[in-house]
């Protein structure tokens, strides 16, 4: 099943072209454009790769203005790329930060990189924004300014103020939760900047026990269900288990 996308787009009034596929998973497909001032825009266009996805393209459009409305309440953090217009019913753009993802990093961070990362984390939790996906390293770039920035809220979760006792569940639940994200970014730490770990981070690199619960109940079966479906993940363009396809497609990086 090919996915379509244009090989030109106007944004905000200007021209821009397709210059190459940056990631295309399981859920979507994420398209990077360029205008003649070399400004990037990257159109991720939700749709899912697998039979019968096109009998579930009105869950991809659900899925898409989900994660948009999520999105838009970024709106001025410092580290997270300005969000841009709708395209179609399934996709959006965003600005493209330019830089690397932590995956592919190669070389030496900034000492203080991983406190620039909790400052975003902790102004998304002040909005009510449990991120959820930090374990994937794909999902943070290292940009060309050697600064963090965050992408991709397709799992993340936005906790609506609730009165009452439901409000007061919801808070407790989402303080819970946010557990998460913290303990994410010093476990990467631990990985890149061992020796940088003070003893409250070291701490905070260890699960919670009601975080371990989650894992259990939820992190861990979806993981090992999208290994099976694409093994080698998706920081990386990745195709069809069952299909054994090779893409040669030279726009690919």
């Known amino acids: 099943m090919d996915r379509k996308y244009p090989s030109q787009v106007e944004i905000n009034g200007d021209v821009y072209q397709y210059e190459k596929i940056l990631k295309d998973d399981f859920f979507s497909v994420n398209v990077l454009y ?19 996805g096109l009998l579930l393209r009105p869950l991809a459009v659900f899925f898409s203005r989900r994660e948009y409305a999520i999105y838009k309440r970024t709106g001025g953090i410092e580290g997270i790329p300005p969000l841009g217009p709708r395209f179609g019913m399934r996709g959006y753009f965003h600005y493209f930060a330019e830089g690397t993802t932590l995956h592919q990093f190669k070389g030496e961070l900034p000492a203080n990189f991983f406190d620039g990362l909790l400052a ?3 102004q998304l939790h002040q909005r009510r924004i449990f991120y959820l996906d930090l374990n994937k390293l794909g999902n943070i770039i290292v940009g060309d300014d050697m600064r963090p920035y965050l ?9 609506r103020p609730l009165p009452g006792f439901l409000g007061r569940i919801g808070d407790k639940i989402f303080n819970s939760l946010i557990r998460e994200d913290i303990y994410h970014i010093y476990k990467h730490k631990k990985r890149f900047q061992p020796h940088l770990m003070t003893a409250d981070e070291t701490s905070l690199a260890v699960r919670t026990g009601f975080n371990s619960w989650y894992n259990r109940l939820w992190g861990a079966p979806y993981r090992k269900v999208k290994r099976l479906i ?12 069952w299909k054994k396809l090779k893409d040669k497609d030279k726009r690919m990086p």
């Open 151 to 159: 992408i991709d809220f397709q799992v993340s979760i936005y906790f």
């Open 34 to 52: 360029i205008n003649g001032g070399g400004i990037r825009y990257v159109l991720k266009l939700s749709d899912f790769r697998f039979i019968f």
């Open 230 to 241: 694409y093994p080698s993940g998706s920081n990386e363009i990745v195709w069809y288990k």
């Open 120 to 122: 975003i984390i902790k």
